[in-house]
T-cell receptor, first 109, second 115 residues
């Protein structure tokens, strides 16, 4: 089976740094995605990790540890527009894609 | 512009009245899928298609049908909708299945209410 855990909600202040964690237990592992989803809109791609380590893309970075079944998304220099839901999705065996329930991030002034 | 389109965007219907939600992509992607999103449950895959005439069940296929007669189109059919199918539906496509790390591109969503 597939099990993906993320915190339900997080709050942070504009300009700060926030780390959103994702732990997973899946049948097979072929990579992990992070998506951003604003309320009422479609998810949009943020990052993809398949090897251990940190991938950096501007203000956003994503980390993966396959041995620990763990990933995090790091958001720096937070802006109000970063208020959104962040979805962790794991590619399991047979290339099935399973999403976590998402972490709602609220950025306040 | 590369995109995935869905129609309708909003639909209110009644129990038992057959409906179809269309999905079309212009990126020549092989892989397409349908998800539903419900509060507290996240995105759950309904059906997916690896290519024309190749479809398979996802995690929550009951009450849904799909077809893939052409590469660009992947309609979702509800033969006899019920209130528990009230949800936000997303169609997505990618060049290949997710095993290759190809990101999925999502359509804008269809908000369905079944009374």
């Amino acid at each position: 089976g597939q099990n993906i855990d993320q915190p339900t909600e997080m709050t942070a202040t504009e300009g700060a740094i926030v780390q959103i964690n994702c732990t997973y237990q899946t049948s097979g592992f072929n990579g992990l995605f992070w998506y951003q989803q604003h309320a009422g809109e479609a998810p949009t791609f943020l990052s993809y990790n398949v090897l251990d380590g940190l991938e950096e893309k501007g203000r956003f970075s994503s980390f993966l540890s396959r041995s620990k079944g763990y990933s995090y998304l790091l958001l720096k220099e937070l802006q109000m527009k970063d208020s959104a839901s962040y979805l962790c999705a794991v590619i399991g065996g047979y290339s099935t894609l399973t999403f976590g329930k998402g972490t709602m991030l609220l950025v306040s002034p | 512009e590369a995109q995935v389109t869905q129609n309708p965007r909003y639909l209110i219907t009644v129990t038992g009245k057959k409906l179809t939600v269309t999905c079309s992509q212009n990126m020549n992607h092989e892989y397409m899928s349908w998800y539903r999103q419900d509060p507290g449950l996240g995105l759950r895959q309904i059906y997916y298609s690896m290519n024309v005439e190749v479809t398979d069940k996802g995690d929550v296929p009951e009450g849904y049908k799909v077809s893939r007669k052409e590469k660009r189109n992947f309609p979702l059919i509800l033969e006899s909708p019920s209130p528990n199918q009230t949800s936000l539906y997303f169609c997505a496509s990618s060049a290949r299945d997710s095993g290759g790390g190809d990101t999925q591109y999502f359509g804008p969503g269809t908000r369905l209410t079944v009374l």
